[in-house]
């Protein structure tokens, strides 16, 4: 396989997309330790552990009594100092207790020689807090991802043994797409966490996500799926921090040079890719977002219309024709231009809600879920009876749209979140934590037949 850093371009940027609880933060992890360690062996020799994101999670070993006792693996969390840059600002949550476990959205640069590489590591989808929650992260996710010109790659993890087509696994899965211009669809990988447990293969989950995906005509087949297993990781964590042998050491190698050779096609596949403008998916973001605050004022102005004063009535007019051309902007633009499995998601979780105020829990909760379902319900209703035989704006026409929309005497103070959303994404700094620089530059010897290898930042399996 030839691979050279000299292929990578000066600046790579891939989106992490996944649920809740799939493994996104390990990923990144183990894909810095390929990046700093020739081999598994050099990984285990080596006298600290390489990570980027504060981790925890238990092991059941063996006592000198010969019985089971209970480990914690936990780093990064407190007064842990990191293997490059001393003490932890902490963006992670402790996952092992229920919590999701990356509460914002980071973006992880790795410098290798001249090049860098960004891990765009985000809030997963089907956040233990709610559906409201995750609309809130995928706000989070889009005023980050705002403030980078492009992105090469969007690799959405998956586990490989999701069996059922349920509520969840489709409103995971359809969540994302909604907010992905169709732009990007090219740009889209599916990877597939902890595999060693499906022999390194997609898994059950592969039968469902192909169905689901063929409804947005968007094809699984070998190039688009790759299949890691972080297990070897784990292993690493469990003999530094305490000394514990977890698993046999084969396994673990064959683990690790497996998710060293998927990780490499992934780059391979990326880099032969042409970019996605970030633009495109942002500006159908701030569009989604001007559709919900302008649903609720033509519902309550059209209960009125009657009796309303002749400024509301043109006010009205205004409302309308916005929300078709943003209608019309959707249909053009996304993947998915409206996920149903939400409110069937909602539903459950008022459900469950319902049952713990019950018991006598707080009614907070409920409230808020039966508030956010009013929306979808009414967005929903609105996207089927709008008009959408309109010319579609294109995306400087519809920004100017909707920048035209807070000055509306009645209505106007709905659209300033959504006019401060677009201009949050100008102003962001410091976003970057850089935590592996000259990655592994020590491991690649340089061929001095070819051109730029001095700049090599790859281990040997990375360049020949």
Not at 241 to 259: A, M, P, Q
Not at 327 to 355: G, M, P, W
Not at 430 to 454: F, G, K
Request: charged fraction near 25%.
């Amino acid at each position: 396989m030839s691979f050279r850093i000299r292929d990578i371009p000066v600046e790579t940027n891939i989106l992490i997309l996944g649920r809740t609880g799939v493994g996104k933060s390990t990923w990144i992890n183990t894909f810095i330790n390929y990046l700093s360690y020739s081999s598994f062996d050099a990984a285990l020799q080596a006298k600290t552990l390489s990570w980027a994101i504060p981790f925890a999670f238990s092991i059941h070993a063996l006592n000198q009594r010969n019985n089971y006792e209970r480990k914690n693996v936990r780093v990064g969390f407190s007064d842990q100092l990191h293997p490059s840059r001393g003490s932890v600002a902490v963006e992670e949550s402790d996952g092992s207790t229920g919590t999701s476990a990356t509460p914002r959205t980071v973006v992880h640069r790795i410098e290798m020689a001249k090049r860098v590489i960004r891990l765009i590591d985000t809030p997963g989808i089907g956040d233990t807090r709610g559906a409201d929650q995750d609309r809130k992260n995928m706000n989070d996710i889009m005023r980050v991802l705002g403030s980078y010109k492009i992105i090469h790659g969007i690799l959405i993890l998956l586990k490989p043994n999701e069996q059922r087509f349920d509520v969840m696994f489709r409103f995971c899965i359809q969540e994302l797409l909604t907010h992905l211009h169709r732009d990007a669809a090219k740009n889209i990988a599916f990877g597939f966490t902890n595999c060693r447990s499906s022999n390194y293969a997609p898994g059950d989950t592969f039968g469902p996500l192909k169905a689901l995906l063929e409804r947005y005509n968007i094809r699984l087949g070998k190039g688009v799926v790759y299949c890691f297993d972080s297990e070897s990781f784990r292993c690493l964590a469990a003999h530094k921090e305490c000394g514990v042998s977890l698993g046999d050491l084969n396994e673990n190698r064959k683990s690790w040079n497996h998710s060293v050779k998927e990780t490499t096609r992934l780059l391979e596949h990326f880099l032969n890719l042409t970019p996605h403008p970030v633009r495109d998916t942002v500006t159908l973001c701030e569009v989604r977002r001007g559709i919900e605050c302008v649903v609720e004022p033509i519902a309550v102005i059209t209960e009125r219309v009657k009796d309303a004063a002749p400024d509301l009535k043109r006010e009205l007019d205004v409302l309308q024709n916005a929300a078709a051309q943003m209608n019309v902007f959707l249909k053009h633009n996304a993947l998915l231009t409206f996920n149903d499995a939400k409110l069937e998601y909602l539903d459950l979780q008022i459900t469950d809600e319902r049952s713990k105020v019950s018991l006598g829990g707080s009614r907070d909760k409920l409230d808020s879920f039966t508030m956010y379902l009013e929306r979808c319900l009414l967005v929903k209703r609105f996207k089927e009876h709008m008009d959408d035989e309109k010319k579609p704006l294109n995306n400087d026409q519809i920004k100017e749209l909707i920048r035209t929309l807070p000055s509306l005497n009645h209505y106007g103070k709905c659209f300033v979140d959504v006019r401060q959303g677009i201009a949050e994404t100008k102003t962001i700094v410091n976003l970057e934590q850089t935590y592996v620089r000259d990655a592994a530059s020590h491991l690649s010897p340089w061929n001095p037949n070819a051109r730029d290898d001095r700049d090599t930042g790859l281990p040997q399996y990375w360049v020949d």
